[in-house]
Structure formats: structure tokens, C-alpha cells
């Protein structure tokens, strides 16, 4: 039996797609990948995902694990040899079960993030995880990405977020790890190291996900800031003033802002005059366990305070939820407004916050100084010390003309990221954009204690092969 009809007995004929059909789930998001599979395979369980990765094996044929295809980094796209298998998991999308004394829910790796978020939320829970791909985006892919998101700063990226994995090894066996255990020192953290190993050491099946109590309310607020020192400045007296109430802290620069109502005429910036045209804007929100008064009270006072010490320009407090999610609606369209407005240079990175302000205003000088005319596209999560310091063209420059000078921009970028004791890559992965550069900003030991994990699992190289590591 030749291999794709071994994978057409194993899941289904009409699970195995080849030519046209496959054709979109062989582009990445950004559509800056395109590759050619074998096939897209798309089992329905798990022993179906272990037969598929055992024939896979048996015949050294590639697996390139994918979920909702929104990652940002190449990841899940196969390359042009035609050899490798998509092994979509979008049909493992079973909620199998809840347990609300246990603050605990599991889950298919092919679930839509947004759908596990209201299943908590019929329970009474909440699970944290928000981000812009959310409506498409899989748990899965949530995992093996280490997914970060607007909420990291209170509960923490996907790593934390999760407490026991199944697996189906390189070997096709599969490892039952689903536990609600907040407390298990048993060994090795293989749950950790499945988490954001970006699909190159096993297929992530299901998953034991963390629930926390739903807010009894929550503020939004969206204030203007004239210059990055007052939004550390600012960050630091929220923090200081809210504590772990403080879930949400987002930094947005002016250009961004002004793509998205360029971009999507129906959205506004809520400000007018003079506060429309500062530099910064800050997405602020606070979340409360007492009452709506109690959120507001509390809300008020701290914005009052931030800007009479003079670190706020201007501010506009939600007043209902529907002007809440239009806030932060302006935030999440972001993305969508630098997609729509062509390919841009991005660049991940986190860095202690102390440097933060230094970091930002030297690093856009120097961009300035070497590539006349470029736009930055600044944006992120402000909180967790990481940004989207995103390079875009300026009217002189051509899609094509920016793009050819992508490597020399990002090593401009990441070599101050990393004099600044910084990470290139704080929330997406690595995937095939950042895999020839890692190694050198990574400690070589642990490259080379990576490379040995890699081969231990995974020794004949056949998952997500060309990723991550080189
Ligand atoms: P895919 O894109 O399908 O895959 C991503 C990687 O995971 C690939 O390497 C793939 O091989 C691997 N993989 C997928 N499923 C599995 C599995 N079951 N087992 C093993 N490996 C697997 N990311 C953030 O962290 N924070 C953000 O705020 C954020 N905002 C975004 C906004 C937009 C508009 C977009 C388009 C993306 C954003 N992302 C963000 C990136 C992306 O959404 C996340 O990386 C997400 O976690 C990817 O999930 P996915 O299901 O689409 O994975
Ligand atoms: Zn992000």
C-alpha cells in the first residue's frame, strides 16, 4: 500500500486532502510562507493521530503539526519538497470534561481558544488566555507556541495556564498525562517542555487547563501619554496601586492606532485635539472580585492620581462594556491593520522593563538613522515587558525595497534586544522565521542541550523538521 492510501485507511478517505484542497493550510497567516505537502491528514482522536505519526515514522515522512494556522512564525507550514504530512488537529475539538471544585477543564488540542474561553464562562470560570486570533487560534497551537496574549500579566502565558498534557510522541505512542494537579514533583517537567516546543518533539492531543473565578467586574480605560518613560512611569504606579487586580496593560503607538481607523473607517479614537495626536496611548484594565462600585471607586482614584502626577495626558474610562470591548477592539485590530496595510518587518521581543523607555527611543533612532523613511509599528504588551517593535514602509519605500533589507533590520533590532538582556522572541516561537538567527543570541549550551532533547525524542527527525532549531 503505497503511503497515502495507509493514511487514507487510518483516518478516513475524505480526511486526506492533496492538491487544491490542501492549498490553505500550506500558507501561513501572514502569507509569508507557502509550502508544498503530500498531504493535509486530519484525524479525529487520538489513537487516529498515534496511527498516522507511527506511519509517518515507519516511512520517515515529515509531520508538521497544525491548528488554527494563525502563528506568526512559519511554524506550521511544511517546506516545497512535497514529502511532509499536515497533521491538522482541528477535528480533535472535543471538550472532555469539567471539574469546578477543581478550578480545572479538559480539552482537545484542535478546541478554538474563543470556545474553551465560553465554556469556562457557562461554568462560571474564566480561562484567561486572550488574544487577537482567539476566534481561530486552537489550544494546541496554543501550547506548543507557549501563546502569551493580554492577560499574561495577571495569570500568566499558556505554560502556566496548563497542568497536564497528552501527547503522541515521534514514536506514535501516546503519553496520558492529563492531570489537575497544581502540586506534582514526580520528575522531569515534560509537560513544560512539550509547552512551546512548537510542534518538534510531539503532537500535543489534549489538555488539562487551569480555571480561575470569573470577575465580578471590570474597568477599561484608554489614556494618552506623551512620551514612553510616562508609560513605564505609569505602568509602575498601577502596579504599585492595583496589585493583581491590574489584568490587563497594553501599549499602543499613535501610528498604529491611526492604521486601524485608516484602515476600519467604523472604529474611532476616542480622543479629539490635541490628545489625539500624542504619541503613546495605554490600554489599561482593571478586574474585581467585589462589586461595580467598588472596580470604579478604585479605578477612578488611580487614573485621577497618574494624571495629576503628570505621567497621563488624557484619559477615557468605559463607561458600559460595549464601550469597553470598543476600546479594546482598537487594540486587537492592530494585526489586522498591519496586515491590511502589507508586509511589515516584526519583531517579538521582551526586555526587562527598566530598559524599556532607553530601549525604544535609542533602537527608533538608530532604525531612523539607518533606513530613512521606515515607520514603527509599536504595540504589545507593555506589563510583560514585551513589545511588537514592528518595522513598516513609509511612503518612499516599496513593499519589496523593505523586505529585502528585512535581515539587516532585524539584526539592528535584536542585537540591541539582546545588549539589553532581552529575548527575540517573547510570544510567538521561533518556527522557521527566527531559526537561522537563534543561535546567535542563545547561550550555545543550551542550543546544544536543545539539540540533545531534540534527538532523544524525536531520533529520526520527523516532527516539524527545519523549525526551531537548525
Ligand atoms: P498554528 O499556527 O497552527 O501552529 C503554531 C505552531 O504550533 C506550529 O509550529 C505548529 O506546528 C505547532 N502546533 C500546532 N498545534 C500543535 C499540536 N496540537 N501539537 C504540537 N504542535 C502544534 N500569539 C501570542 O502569543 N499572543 C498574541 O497576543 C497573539 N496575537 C495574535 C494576533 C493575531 C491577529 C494573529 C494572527 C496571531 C497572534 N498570535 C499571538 C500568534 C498565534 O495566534 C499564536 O501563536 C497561537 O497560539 C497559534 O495557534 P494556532 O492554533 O493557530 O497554531
Ligand atoms: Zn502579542
Redesign the pocket.
Known sequence: MNHLDALRATVGAAQVLTGADAQTYAVD?RERYRGTPLAVVRPATTDEVAAVVRRCAQARIPV?????????CG??TPDDSGRAVILS?QRLNRIRGIDTDNDTLDVE?GCILQSVQQVARSAGRLFPLS???EG???I???L??N????QVLRYGNMRELALGLEVVTAQGDVWRGLRGLRKDNTGYDLRGLFIGS??TLG??TAATLKLYPLPVAQCTALLALDSIEHAVALLARVRAGLGAALTGFELMADYCLQQVVRCFPQQHLPFDGPSARLPWFALLELSDSESETHARTRFEAIVGRAIESGCVQDAVIAESIAQSRTLWHLRESI??AEKESGKSIKHDISIPVSHMADFVRTTNAALDAAFPGIRHVIFGHLGDGNLHYNVARGAAWTEERLLARQEEIAALVHDRVHAAGGSISA???I?QLKRDVLPRYKDPVEIALMRRIKAALDPLGIM?PG?LLT
Open positions: 497567516w508538521v503539526p497544525q491548528g488554527g494556522n494563525t502563528g506568526l511554524g506550521a488537529l488540542a488574544l487577537a486570533a481561530s487560534c486552537t494546541g497551537g496554543n506548543a507556541t501563546a502569551g496574549g493580554t512548537e510542534g503532537v500535543i494585526p489586522l510570544e510567538h516561537g518556527g516539524n523549525k
